[in-house]
Each structure stands twice: as structure tokens, then as C-alpha cells.
């Protein structure tokens, strides 16, 4: 019997493929936002709304699901650029995934490329794609103790978003506990109020996005 | 599914690294996870005996050593322990951490077996 020490992160190898991403993002002048959330949070919603609104900023999205195209569809029907990537068993997207998405897209044109993640509160946490930015959504329906329950999704984001406020009068969902748990992890990122439904925050998204184009 | 993905990565690792030296056969394999991958050791290892199936590694015995969480403060820069669902920074109060530990997954060892050895040895 021989030991070989090898002392190697396994995870090297993705972050060196998340870095050739960020570089060649950043050649073509595009940011990259990372979305996160449960699925049925509204990362797609927001996306469609988004993409409607944001006129001055030519923006893509690369939308993963581990099954289907509606997605895709329900976010090409605005006219932006899509990319769908099924991931079958894959929990998380992953940068190769990433990388091969980014071939599809015409960069050149591109200003700020969305990345919706696979619905998933713990896996997709671990992984960098290359982005520039990481936005994560919780939505009311979900509860008020999912800070607490998943901190790693909260701690890393950029942004959080608290998605489908104009259920808040009609659910039992304590606002203050949603801040008192994020600032135990994350006070870094704004907490925003969102609604689709009502237009809620939506000024202040697209601000936010905005003034993270690069010139 | 989490730790299959993680199990995955190592038998690739393993398996790369083991070939580099010729071996033939896989008999153990170390390795050192932050708390922050949040994985549970025996589902990691019951993943690595399903992903080693049919590789060098088959059969390999997985050591699992787990590393806590440590932190700067980017805020103050005060170094820390955090727990793993509360980062708060125990002098200025800031949750912004960059994490120094805890936060990978590494190879640390591999015990293998070459040709020669497997036909050397004792019956
Ligand atoms: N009440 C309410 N429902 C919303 C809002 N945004 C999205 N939804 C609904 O939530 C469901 C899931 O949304 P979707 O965007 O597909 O979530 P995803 O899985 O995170 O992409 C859909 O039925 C949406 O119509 C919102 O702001 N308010
Ligand atoms: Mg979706
Ligand atoms: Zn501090």
C-alpha cells in the first residue's frame, strides 16, 4: 500500500471554469446576475417583467430546469434572447452548462445576462457560475422562517428579494422575523419588496440593475 | 442528490489522481469538508460507494474529516468562528463574512494499490 497526499480542492476545477466565464463576460462588456430561489418563488415572473421593462439594457437570460422548455418559452415571448438548459438530474446549474449557454447568446449585443437558476434552496448556494451578482427570492407563501432554515442561499446574495408582497395581507408572515434572521447572516444585500402583481419594487429593481451595467 | 454531485467530484479526482500514479486499485480516500457544503458524512459516503462503482475507486473506504466555518469580518476584519446559520460578527455586530475555512471540499489522500502489489501479496 502507498499514500499519495494530494491536498486539492475538488472544487477547483469548477471555479476555474466559473472564472474563464466571468472573463469572458466581462470582454464583452455583459454583466452577470445569478438568480436564486425555491422554484415558485417567481424567478421566471420576474424575469418576464424585467425583460419588459428594461428597454434601455439589451438583456439575455440562461434559464435552467432539469426538465421542459415552458420557461424558455414563457421568457422568449418577450423578444429577449433565451437559452433553456435542462439539467435532468442535476440539482444546480453548473459553469460548464454556463459556458456552453453563453455560446448560444450573441455577447456582443448583450449588456446584462440573466442566469435563472434550478429551483433549489441548497445546492445551487455552492456554486459559482461567474456571475457578477447573486439575487436570491423569497417568497411569501414560502414562510417567514426561510432565512433561518437555509442560510447559505441568503449569505451569499447580492440582493434579496421579498417576492409576492401583495399576499402579505392575506398570509400570516412576519416581515420583522424575515429581517431579524438576515441580519444574523446577510447584511450586505438590501432587502426589497416585490410584487409582480402590483408593480411593488419595481423601480427600485430596475435602479439596481441598472447601475450594475458595466460602461 | 446534493452529495452525489459532491461524491461525484471526488471519484473523478480520485480516479485522476490515481491513474497518474498507476495504480490498479483504490483502497482509501481522505477528504476534508467545510461545514458551509452542508453535507451530511453518511450520505456522502453511501454517494461514493455508488459513484466509485466500476472505477479504480471501487470498493474504497471514504474518510470524511468535517471543517468548522472561519470567517473574516469584511466589515471590521475581525477574524471568527461563525455557526452555520449565524455569521454575525462577535465585535461589530455586521454580517458580511468572508469565509477562510470551512467553505471547501478537499482531496487530502489517496491509499492505493499497484499491480505488483496485488500480485505480492500474501494469500
Ligand atoms: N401573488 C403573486 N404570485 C406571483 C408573483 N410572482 C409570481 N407569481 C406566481 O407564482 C408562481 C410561480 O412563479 P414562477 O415565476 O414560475 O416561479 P419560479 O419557479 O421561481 O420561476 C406562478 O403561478 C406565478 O404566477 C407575485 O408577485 N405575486
Ligand atoms: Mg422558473
Ligand atoms: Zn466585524
Redo the contacts between chains.
Keep these: 500500500m502507498s499514500r499519495i497526499e494530494v491536498v486539492s480542492s475538488v472544487l477547483a476545477a469548477n471555479e476555474a471554469k466559473a472564472e474563464q466565464n466571468k472573463a469572458r463576460l466581462h470582454a464583452a462588456g455583459a454583466v452577470a446576475v445569478n438568480v436564486l430561489s425555491a422554484p415558485g418563488s417567481g424567478k421566471t415572473t420576474l424575469l418576464q417583467h424585467t425583460l419588459t421593462a428594461l428597454t434601455d439594457l439589451p438583456a439575455a437570460v440562461l434559464v435552467g430546469d432539469l426538465q421542459t422548455s415552458r420557461d424558455a418559452e414563457r421568457l422568449a415571448a418577450t423578444g429577449a434572447p433565451v437559452v433553456q438548459i435542462n439539467t435532468g438530474q442535476g440539482c444546480h446549474l453548473t459553469p460548464d452548462q454556463v459556458a456552453e449557454g453563453l455560446d448560444r447568446l450573441d455577447l456582443e449585443q448583450i449588456k446584462l445576462v440573466f442566469i435563472e437558476n434550478i429551483g433549489n434552496m441548497v445546492c445551487p448556494a455552492g456554486v459559482d457560475l461567474g456571475e457578477d451578482y447573486r439575487v436570491a427570492l423569497l417568497s411569501v407563501p414560502e414562510g417567514d422562517d426561510k432565512i433561518a432554515k437555509y442560510p447559505t442561499l441568503f449569505q451569499a446574495a447580492d440582493l434579496i428579494l421579498l417576492s409576492k408582497v401583495d399576499l402579505l395581507p392575506v398570509l400570516p408572515f412576519n416581515v420583522a422575523q424575515v429581517e431579524a434572521d438576515l441580519a444574523l447572516v446577510n447584511t450586505r444585500a438590501p432587502l426589497l419588496r416585490r410584487s409582480t402583481l402590483t408593480g411593488e419594487g419595481m423601480p427600485e429593481w430596475l435602479a439596481w440593475l441598472r447601475s450594475r451595467r458595466r460602461s | 442528490?446534493?452529495e452525489l454531485?459532491?461524491a461525484t467530484?471526488?471519484v473523478n479526482?480520485t480516479v485522476k489522481?490515481?491513474a497518474a500514479?498507476g495504480a490498479e486499485r483504490v483502497?482509501a480516500v481522505a477528504?476534508e469538508v467545510g461545514a458551509?457544503?452542508?453535507v451530511d458524512v453518511e450520505a456522502l459516503c453511501a454517494a461514493f460507494a455508488a459513484a466509485a462503482a466500476g472505477t479504480l475507486a471501487a470498493g474504497a473506504r471514504l474518510d470524511v474529516r468535517e471543517v468548522p466555518l472561519q470567517a473574516v469580518c469584511?466589515v471590521c476584519g475581525t477574524t471568527y468562528a461563525p455557526a452555520?446559520?449565524?455569521?454575525?460578527c462577535p465585535r461589530c455586530?455586521?454580517?458580511?463574512?468572508e469565509f477562510v475555512a470551512g467553505?471547501?471540499?478537499?482531496?487530502?489522500?489517496?491509499?492505493?494499490?499497484?499491480a505488483e502489489?496485488q500480485q505480492g501479496e500474501p494469500h
Design positions: 442528490m446534493h454531485g459532491i467530484e471526488i479526482a489522481a490515481a500514479h483502497s477528504v458551509l457544503q452542508l469584511r452555520i446559520d449565524d455569521y454575525q455586530h455586521a454580517a458580511d463574512p467553505n471547501d471540499i478537499m482531496l487530502m489522500s489517496i491509499d492505493l494499490e499497484t502489489e
